[in-house]
């Protein structure tokens, strides 16, 4: 463990306590520590900028479940597991919160930790036989209406069989991750991140009989917009990237690539459920 990437959003606020933290625990270890281009002026002198293609150990992402998602490009191009160290509200998909930062830390420099592996969605958005978008989620790819009142509609089909049409605000493809974020409060299940699943559960839609529905990760989900209107996008993990209009059919599948999370609490899935998320609390 001696390649490490350092990854924040809330530098300008958070800086100081991760410089506190890295050079009170990692100055005398010989660790290299690398950081996206765009980070690297609010971070010490020993933090480098990232090349592109450089093998990293591992990542340590400061913040809440907002920068770990925003964190996921940088772990694919650096082939390195992700450690989340809460510094948010939630922290859902962190470790440990940056209060227990010298508790846990000794145990990723000795390597005694393990790594549980989380699906991915890979997203396309075709149209004519022309792909106009390409990206990746850890969360969700959401088919939103935007601001208009009237509802879209969507037509749906899983390796080319047409499951469902529906009028609604809206269509959610979540991973096992994402299962316990937006397409949770959609009514969605629950799945243990180690599943490899989607869930495609739809946004109030017009008739009650449209329920979200699980699907093998070796499906390819077909979402063909057949009633768009201007402001009606794509989202990749909260962000929107891409309109959608009339036509266009969005392919969601399992990505090949899967990111890294290291765990060196030990905490399991379901402790985590029942102290994030209040689970069979009354």
């Given at each position: 463990?001696?390649?490490i990437g350092?990854?924040?959003?809330?530098?300008?606020?958070?800086?100081?306590?991760?410089?506190?933290?890295?050079e009170?625990?990692?100055?005398r270890?010989?660790?290299l520590?690398?950081?996206p281009?765009?980070?690297?002026?609010?971070?010490?002198?020993?933090?480098?900028?990232?090349?592109e293609?450089d093998?990293?150990?591992?990542?340590?992402?400061?913040?809440?479940?907002?920068?770990?998602?925003?964190?996921?490009?940088?772990a694919?191009?650096s082939?390195?597991?992700?450690l989340?160290?809460?510094?948010?509200k939630l922290?859902?998909l962190?470790?440990?919160?940056?209060?227990?930062?010298?508790?846990y830390i000794?145990r990723?420099?000795?390597?005694?930790y393990?790594?549980?592996k989380?699906?991915?969605?890979?997203t396309?958005?075709?149209?004519?036989g022309?792909?106009?978008f390409h990206?990746?989620?850890l969360?969700?790819?959401?088919?939103?209406?935007g601001?208009?009142?009237?509802?879209?509609?969507?037509?749906?089909?899983?390796?080319g069989n047409?499951?469902?049409?529906?009028?609604c605000?809206g269509?959610?493809a979540?991973?096992?991750?994402g299962s316990?974020?937006?397409?949770?409060?959609?009514?969605g299940?629950?799945l243990?991140?180690?599943m490899?699943a989607?869930?495609?559960?739809p946004l109030c839609p017009?008739?009650?009989?449209?329920r979200?529905?699980?699907?093998?990760?070796?499906a390819?989900?077909k979402?063909?917009?057949?009633?768009?209107?201007?402001e009606?996008?794509?989202?990749l993990d909260?962000?929107n990237?891409h309109a959608?209009?009339?036509?266009?059919?969005?392919?969601?599948?399992a990505?090949?690539d899967?990111?890294?999370?290291i765990?060196?609490?030990?905490?399991?899935?379901?402790?985590t459920?029942?102290?994030?998320?209040?689970?069979g609390?009354i």
């Amino acid at each position: 463990m001696k390649k490490i990437g350092i990854y924040s959003k809330n530098l300008k606020e958070n800086g100081s306590l991760i410089v506190r933290a890295l050079e009170c625990r990692f100055d005398r270890n010989g660790l290299l520590f690398y950081t996206p281009e765009e980070m690297i002026d609010y971070l010490p002198d020993c933090v480098q900028p990232y090349t592109e293609g450089d093998k990293l150990d591992s990542i340590l992402v400061f913040g809440g479940d907002g920068t770990i998602l925003g964190a996921i490009d940088f772990a694919l191009k650096s082939s390195a597991p992700i450690l989340g160290i809460n510094m948010g509200k939630l922290g859902f998909l962190s470790d440990f919160s940056i209060s227990e930062f010298d508790k846990y830390i000794e145990r990723l420099l000795e390597s005694k930790y393990s790594i549980i592996k989380r699906m991915l969605l890979e997203t396309e958005i075709r149209k004519n036989g022309k792909m106009l978008f390409h990206g990746y989620a850890l969360n969700d790819a959401v088919i939103y209406k935007g601001l208009v009142s009237r509802l879209i509609e969507i037509r749906f089909f899983c390796n080319g069989n047409y499951v469902v049409e529906t009028r609604c605000d809206g269509m959610i493809a979540s991973t096992p991750t994402g299962s316990t974020a937006y397409s949770l409060s959609a009514g969605g299940p629950i799945l243990a991140p180690e599943m490899e699943a989607f869930i495609v559960a739809p946004l109030c839609p017009h008739v009650l009989s449209v329920r979200p529905m699980v699907f093998p990760a070796s499906a390819e989900l077909k979402f063909r917009m057949t009633r768009a209107y201007n402001e009606t996008m794509l989202q990749l993990d909260g962000k929107n990237v891409h309109a959608l209009t009339d036509g266009d059919n969005v392919v969601v599948k399992a990505a090949r690539d899967k990111v890294g999370f290291i765990t060196l609490t030990g905490k399991n899935f379901y402790q985590t459920l029942r102290k994030k998320l209040h689970m069979g609390k009354i």
